[in-house]
């Protein structure tokens, strides 16, 4: 498997950017399409965004469609989540998952390699 690490998270106002970073290593990264996800306290893990191992494809939560862009830079094994028009309803942990597969995923059954998460606060 991939190992995955998070980095970028912080405190916000609303309105505010964030670009959040996924570093990978242990295996070749341009074999895994890429997801972000997020988990709200007391809520379930949901789906934000991923990419395709070439990065052609790209796929949003339809909460996401028009503020956040996934991007990918193989060269540096890393995929990025440029957060834009920030809001308190997207704070939560943020998790970046990996799987070897063609077509990215939208769901965490999809994914089998997470990083530890990265905690992102907007304060209204």
């Known amino acids: 498997q991939v190992q995955l690490v998070e980095f970028g998270g912080g405190l916000v106002q609303a309105g505010g950017s964030l670009r959040l970073s996924c570093a990978a290593s242990?295996?070749?990264?341009?074999?895994?399409?890429v997801g972000w996800f997020r988990q709200a306290p007391g809520k379930v893990r949901e789906f934000v965004a991923s990419i395709s191992r070439t990065g052609r494809a790209t796929y949003y939560a339809d909460s996401q469609k028009g503020r956040f862009t996934i991007s990918r830079d193989n060269a540096n094994n890393t995929v990025y989540l440029q957060m834009n028009s920030l809001k308190p309803e997207d704070t939560a942990v943020y998790y970046c998952a990996a799987e070897v597969s063609i077509i990215p995923g939208t769901m965490v059954t999809d994914f089998g390699s997470w990083g530890q998460g990265t905690q992102v606060t907007v304060s209204s």
């Open positions: 242990g295996r070749t990264f341009s074999n895994y399409a």
